[in-house]
């Protein structure tokens, strides 16, 4: 065992590990993807200066809005405006840091390579339905309140490609062998990023977007 640990400890103090797979590393946006990617982004849900700070070292830009409640389970907390990032949105996106933040890496560690290797064109924009919306999950008068009503979530309808082309959820899960790669390989990525996944396996209200937040229940389907 000794002789174990002592190995060990050389190899780590010749090949350090990436912070990337460190779970008690700061997150930084300008890192490709690791172990412990989504530790690091766990840990900007409970601390908004520390989400703040991770966005204000980025290249992501931001805009900071004001946090005020519009419901008894509603409000914009701890949000943020994408004003630039990789690539455009169909358009604004006003969500939560963690989402802002967990969403640049999505798109640019997990999208922009899927679309290339399946797709063969670079992606050009991504297509949303919406954020904030002061709902219950389903619309309902019941049950518990959407992750929407906090901005918490984002609905992601398709893609469009430099090319000119666009995938959408709704034609492209069941479409072609690349848009099928496609959108299961980003559905995948997705699911170590974000706290919870939503698409066309999960039900028919989701056969057209992926829902994507960073709430407290964990989902990837």
């Known amino acids: 065992m000794l002789v174990l640990v002592v190995a060990l400890t050389t ?14 590393e700061r997150l930084d946006l300008s890192r490709p ?12 849900r409970d601390d908004p200066l520390l ?3 991770v966005l204000e070292l980025s290249a992501l830009q931001t805009r900071p809005i004001e946090s005020r ?19 455009p949105y169909s358009g604004a996106v006003r969500v939560t840091c963690p989402v802002a933040a967990a969403l640049y890496l999505w798109e640019r560690e997990v999208v922009a390579p899927a679309a290339d290797r399946h797709l063969g064109s670079p992606l050009a924009r991504i ?10 999950i389903g619309g309902g008068p019941t049950g518990r309140p959407s992750q929407h009503a906090t901005a ?19 034609d492209g899960w069941d479409g072609s062998p690349g848009e099928r790669a496609f959108l ?3 559905r995948d990525g997705a699911c170590g990023l ?28």
Do not use: K, W
């Open 11 to 24: 190899v780590i103090g010749r090949h350090p590990i990436p912070p990337e797979h460190l779970p008690y």
């Open 51 to 53: 989400c703040r700070g």
């Open 69 to 87: 409640r519009t419901g008894p389970f509603c409000g914009l907390l701890n949000a943020v405006e994408v004003q630039r990032s990789t690539v």
């Open 152 to 170: 918490n979530a984002i609905d992601i309808a398709g893609f469009r490609l430099a090319d000119g082309r666009r995938v959408t959820l709704l």
């Open 127 to 136: 297509d949303h339905l919406g954020t904030y919306s002061c709902r219950r």
């Open 184 to 186: 299961r390989e980003i």
């Open 33 to 44: 993807l690791g172990l412990a990617t989504g530790f690091q982004l766990a840990a900007l």
């Open 194 to 221: 974000f706290r919870a996944v939503l698409g066309p396996d999960y039900n028919a209200a989701h056969r057209d977007h992926f829902h994507l937040d960073m709430g407290p229940h964990g989902v990837c389907r």
